[in-house]
């Protein structure tokens, strides 16, 4: 399965760069995310849990970095076995390019799905899969940029939000 698609992000290239080293940002940004560790220079390890169709499964995983051109592009790869459940991995390479007011993100990714999850069907799995990576980039977004008016900020605190809060760590 193959995915690709662009996000404007209103934050500088190195802020971009560096949330996209960070294991709590990742933590926050994939979805069913339990645990994340690493760095970026060792990788990562992960516990995710996700449903897929009638399939609730706990993967646990790494990720790796590599291909890093600092501030401009990086592969990440991840694998993760799920049990009976089966297994997932896959790769996206994510170029950044300066635009005005921010950073244009470009993601395109390859991903291959085992197991009973493979006997799901393709129709689930690319829309699960879409779903995922839509739903990591929001909030890997969201996370980045944080509010346009900073009095917004206390707002998005009381509601349980976290939009902009490693854009605030970074300019702390």
């Known amino acids: 399965m193959h995915l690709n698609d662009t996000r404007d ?6 802020t971009v760069w560096a949330a996209l080293m960070d ?3 990742l933590k926050a940004c994939v979805p069913g995310c339990q645990e994340m560790e690493g760095s970026a220079e ?3 390890t992960a516990v995710v849990v996700q449903k897929v169709g009638p ?7 790494t990720v790796t970095l590599s291909d890093m051109n600092e501030p401009d592009s990086l592969r990440l790869s991840g694998e993760g076995k799920g049990g009976a459940a089966g297994f997932a991995k896959g790769g996206a390479d994510v170029t950044l390019e300066e635009i005005e007011g921010g950073t244009r993100l470009t993601y395109d990714v390859d991903a291959k799905v085992g197991g009973k999850l493979a006997q799901l069907g393709s129709r689930i799995i690319d829309g699960f899969a879409k779903k995922m990576a839509d739903q990591f980039f929001t909030r890997f977004q969201e996370a980045v940029e944080g509010p346009e008016d900073e009095t917004e900020a206390p707002e998005a605190e009381e509601t ?3 939009k902009g809060w490693f ?6």
């Open 9 to 14: 992000i209103m934050a500088d290239r190195q």
């Open 23 to 25: 294991p709590d940002v």
């Open 42 to 44: 060792d990788g990562f």
């Open 55 to 61: 399939v609730k499964a706990t993967f646990k995983g």
């Open 160 to 162: 349980g939000g976290k």
């Open 167 to 172: 854009k605030r760590l970074v300019k702390s």
